[in-house]
């Protein structure tokens, strides 16, 4: 859960879930919508998928037990090799590095490198370094790079240097500006999309669809939706040709959410059509809230 997601945000989704399925058969066994309900609003549902797989395979090859082995852990699905070390050293006491951007910064003003901290060839350097100097307490050592990359070495402002335990030996310290440190390639723009969706109501029924099982947001509920922007009569002129007879426009909302690579321009139109046709699974608005894990780009039209 805190992939690419803060504390303060997990926390009470991280209780809930543990209540839900305490152990690794009940998420093994768990069914999808319940699930996806249970990350509901986290994001980067890939996470809750793996997570589900992973527990698969411990059950059904490890006979529930979490393995030891680094190549063991790092083969199951969803964990990487960050993951896997952060595991097997924090966990098992083994010297396998976890390099995340924390443990990145640090080593890169450790060492007065410029070499940029994005490129694999760097993470690499980094971790076969790491590996090479590990003490017997690996675990304490693992969480110690993070800890000082996250409160004493960090990024984005000054670096706390006279109350750093490494500045007698860091090079970046001694020699150089620790502030310019580390170096990054230069980003790629973020691409643009723009999207209709359309919020489809008949007698107390909301129209949702199910997104395709590979891709973004694979496998989540969604509200019917065209790429462009689309105007009123565009839009009207679509949901007939989809068999649906619009009664009545609501209004017209405009939302925007970003990705990573990403950003959607969402122009949302509220309508209520005659019948609940167009191969759409109509719920109630209980239904919804229940049971559909609606994803943030799409839950922020739903205003219940």
Same mark, same amino acid.
């Given at each position: 859960?805190?992939?690419?997601?803060?504390?303060?945000?997990?926390?009470?989704?991280?209780?809930?879930?543990?209540?839900?399925?305490?152990?690794?058969?009940?998420?093994?066994?768990?069914?999808?919508?319940?699930?996806?309900?249970?990350w509901e609003g986290l994001g980067?549902?890939?996470?809750?998928?793996?997570?589900?797989?992973?527990?698969?395979?411990?059950?059904?090859?490890?006979?529930?037990?979490?393995?030891?082995?680094?190549?063991?852990?790092?083969?199951?699905?969803?964990?990487?090799?960050?993951?896997?070390?952060?595991?097997?050293s924090i966990a098992f006491n083994q010297p396998t590095p976890a390099v995340d951007g924390n443990v990145l910064r640090v080593v890169s003003r450790l060492r007065n490198d410029p070499a940029p901290i994005d490129l694999p060839e760097t993470k690499q350097n980094v971790t076969e370094f790491l590996?090479?100097?590990?003490?017997?307490?690996?675990?304490?050592?693992?969480?110690?790079?993070?800890?000082?990359?996250?409160?004493?070495?960090?990024?984005?402002?000054?670096?706390d240097c006279e109350g750093c335990p490494c500045k007698t030996f860091c090079l970046a310290f001694l020699e150089g500006d620790p502030q310019s440190l580390p170096v990054k390639? /230069?980003?790629?723009?973020?691409?643009? @999309?723009? =999207? &209709? !969706?359309?919020?489809?109501?008949?007698?107390?029924?909301?129209? $949702?669809?199910?997104?395709?099982?590979?891709?973004?947001?694979?496998?989540?509920?969604?509200?019917?939706?065209? /790429?462009?922007?689309?105007?009123?009569? @565009?839009? =009207? &002129? !679509?949901?007939?040709?989809?068999?649906?007879?619009?009664?009545? $426009?609501?209004?017209?909302s405009r939302k925007t959410h970003i990705f990573t690579h990403i950003q959607w321009n969402m122009k949302g139109i509220y309508l209520e059509v005659e019948a609940p046709t167009g191969g759409f699974q109509w719920m109630t608005p209980e239904e919804i809230n229940m049971q559909a894990a609606l994803p943030t780009a799409f839950r922020q039209f739903w205003e219940r």
């Open positions: 859960m805190l992939q690419q997601t803060r504390v303060e945000a997990v926390k009470g989704y991280y209780s809930r879930f543990l209540a839900a399925l305490p152990d690794i058969r009940s998420l093994a066994e768990c069914d999808d919508e319940v699930l996806h309900k249970l980067y549902y890939s996470r809750v998928r793996n997570l589900k797989k992973c527990a698969q395979v411990i059950v059904n090859q490890y006979g529930g037990v979490f393995p030891r082995e680094y190549a063991q852990v790092l083969s199951l699905p969803g964990i990487g090799p960050y993951t896997a070390g952060a595991i097997c590996a090479g100097i590990y003490p017997p307490q690996a675990g304490d050592f693992t969480q110690a790079l993070m800890e000082l990359g996250a409160t004493v070495c960090g990024p984005n402002r000054k670096p390639s /230069p980003k790629k723009g973020r691409r643009s @999309e723009n =999207l &209709t !969706v359309f919020i489809l109501s008949c007698d107390g029924r909301f129209a $949702l669809e199910k997104r395709p099982d590979r891709g973004l947001l694979a496998g989540l509920w969604q509200f019917p939706n065209l /790429p462009g922007d689309l105007d009123t009569g @565009e839009a =009207l &002129t !679509v949901l007939r040709a989809k068999g649906l007879h619009p009664r009545e $426009l609501f209004r017209e």
